[in-house]
């Protein structure tokens, strides 16, 4: 062969080629397009696209200027040829299936030379779904399965990390196949669990990081620790009056469940159970003498507040009350500067006496 003849064939070669992405991805249940145009300066007698993948192979689309498109009846209503019919022979997938995934194949069919092609591998991207769960009846103190995230339906497989500020954890992921060829991955949030967890944010970070830069989608869900259970924390009353005057005991503590209360008297003789369930206990007259208890109490323990009723009953008893705290103060107050003058006089005398040995020397 001459070398004329081996750099005419080579021109003819290099001049017939095919432009395609050879490899392409394309999220599922999404429209793709598959780009395939051609570098000739032949007649473009006929476009072919075909499909293989898992031991199958089919011809699925055929364009001819006089014809128009024809194709495959699993294709129809699922793929548009978009070319121009001549060097263009592109196509558009409308809701990119499972099954997709493969390789397609562009073939012109030019005159005079024959057919030039192109191979484009797709890959089809599914996306998970994400869930969150968080774990019931967590209790306090121990070390607890709080919550799961679950990727489900993924392909390629997820990945998932805890986004928690401040609190220290630990997670365990496992992956599981499902029969179509995707994955689900399920981490679990392990913490010491306190009352202090309780409404904390935690957030579920779901990525594919097999994929190109450019088709990767987080996901984040976001959610509160609201099934940590603890028993009631530190029991307050405090002492108020209604819109008549009246004396009203509140309880308040910190508890989940939430806390069901109830009230106890006790004096000198016995305990008595007042007829009150609810956190606020209302007097109609001047309360009896005595402790008032409430009683917080869940599911998972119980705590108690404690205070002391000691009401003036008469006005007399005011009377006799208030001059008593008047003499107690005065008296108190008279104590205190004798205590003060007899100290300062003794402060005096050993001054003196400490001077008058120094002096001495």
Known sequence: ??????????????????????????????????????DTGEEIKQITWEWQGGGAKMTFLTYRNDTGSILQKSYENRVKFKGDGNKD?????????????????????????????????????VLPIVTQELKQDVTTPCYNLVAECLASSAKPSAEILWII????????????????????TQSQLYMTSSPGLYGLLI???VFQPKIPVEYQKNITVTKNLTNIQFPPQMVEIEVLKNDKEALQLLCKSDGN??????WKRRNKEK??????????????AAPDDGLYICEAENNVGV???????HPLKSSSRQRYGLLYCIISVGFFVILS???????????????EKIVALYCRK
């Open 257 to 262: 469940p939430r806390p069901k209360y109830n």
């Open 303 to 309: 705590n108690r507040g404690y205070i002391y009723m």
């Open 89 to 125: 022979g592109s196509i558009e997938i409308l809701n990119v299936a499972l099954a997709d995934e493969g390789i397609f194949k562009c073939v012109f069919t030019t005159y005079p030379s024959g057919t030039i092609e192109g191979e484009i591998q797709l890959h089809v991207l």
């Open 165 to 184: 500020y401040g609190i220290n954890y630990t997670s365990e992921e496992k992956t599981f196949p499902n029969s179509n060829g995707t994955l689900n």
């Open 1 to 38: 062969m001459s070398a004329l003849l081996r750099v005419s064939l080579l021109l003819q070669v290099v001049s017939c080629q095919v432009r395609v992405n050879t490899e392409d991805y394309a999220w599922y249940n999404s429209s793709k397009i598959l780009k395939c145009q051609a």
């Open 271 to 284: 305990s008595v159970l007042l007829h009150s369930s609810s956190e606020t206990l209302n007097f109609t």
């Open 337 to 351: 500067m004798s205590y003060f003058i007899i100290s300062r006089n003794r402060r005096i005398k050993i001054q």
């Open 203 to 205: 957030q579920c970070l």
